[in-house]
């Protein structure tokens, strides 16, 4: 089994702060995924990376694939209350079972 | 119109009953699963299905059987119903997976189990 090993587990910060959540494995990946889940809800992804090195930004939120295709982080700027939730990185190896961090849950107060 | 639709949203059931959840997805998706997460806000996998053919089943025991009667059908059938089975289930469904990895995996809104 491929573990992903997500960190902080737990961030609790003010509105108009940044911050990291990373994504380690010591196994590669063909790709990752970002999903946000939100409380009594499923997760929904944001984004997938593919290719080692990559960057990829939606709005504010950005992600990076590491060189090595084993790890990922995904920055936060100028965060706002709405971005508050839990956030999972998943991964498939050659396998294609899909596997998921532990999760980061997220607190942005106003 | 919802994509990924789980029945029913909250089970609560006494120890030993048997029990099922019922998952649909609209997108004509190839590829389904079922999922677990814990307490902890973990998500691990269950099963996966293909087109009605079972392709992942990741140690769970077996008491738990899913059934799928179509591509756009998975179900989850619990007996026996133990305390540790308390969770939250979700169903989610993808294309089949291509060579670059797996695809976006679209999940319903959850089956909240409580064993009491």
């Known amino acids: 089994t491929q573990l992903l090993e997500q960190s902080p587990q737990f961030l609790s910060i003010q509105e108009g702060e940044n911050l990291t959540v990373y994504c380690n494995s010591s196994?590669?990946?063909?790709?990752l995924q970002w999903y946000r889940q939100e409380p009594g809800e499923g997760p929904v992804l944001l984004v997938t990376?593919?290719?080692?090195?990559e960057v990829k930004k939606l709005k504010r939120l950005t992600f990076q694939f590491g060189d090595a295709r084993k790890d990922s982080s995904l920055h936060i700027t100028a965060a706002q209350p709405g971005d508050t939730g839990l956030y999972l990185c998943?991964?498939?190896?050659?396998?294609?079972?899909?596997?998921f961090g532990r999760g980061t849950s997220l607190i942005v107060h106003p | 119109d919802t994509a990924v639709s789980q029945t029913p949203k909250y089970l609560v059931t006494q120890m030993g009953n048997d029990k099922s959840i019922k998952c649909e997805q609209n997108?004509?998706?190839?590829?389904m699963y079922w999922y677990k997460q814990d307490s902890k806000k973990f998500l691990k996998i269950m099963f996966s299905?293909?087109?009605?053919?079972?392709?992942i089943n990741e140690t769970v025991p077996n008491r738990f059987s899913p059934k799928s009667p179509d591509k756009a059908h998975l179900n989850l059938h619990i007996n026996s119903l133990e305390l540790g089975d308390s969770a939250v289930y979700f169903c989610?469904?993808?294309?089949?997976?291509?060579?670059?990895?797996?695809?976006?995996?679209?999940f319903g809104p959850g089956t909240r189990l409580t064993v009491l």
């Open positions: 998943a991964g498939a190896g050659g396998s294609y079972i899909p596997t």
């Open positions: 989610a469904s993808t294309t089949n997976g291509g060579g670059q990895g797996f695809d976006e995996q679209f």
């Open positions: 990376v593919v290719t080692g090195g």
């Open positions: 299905y293909n087109n009605k053919e079972l392709i």
């Open positions: 997108l004509g998706h190839d590829t």
């Open positions: 196994s590669v990946f063909s790709s």
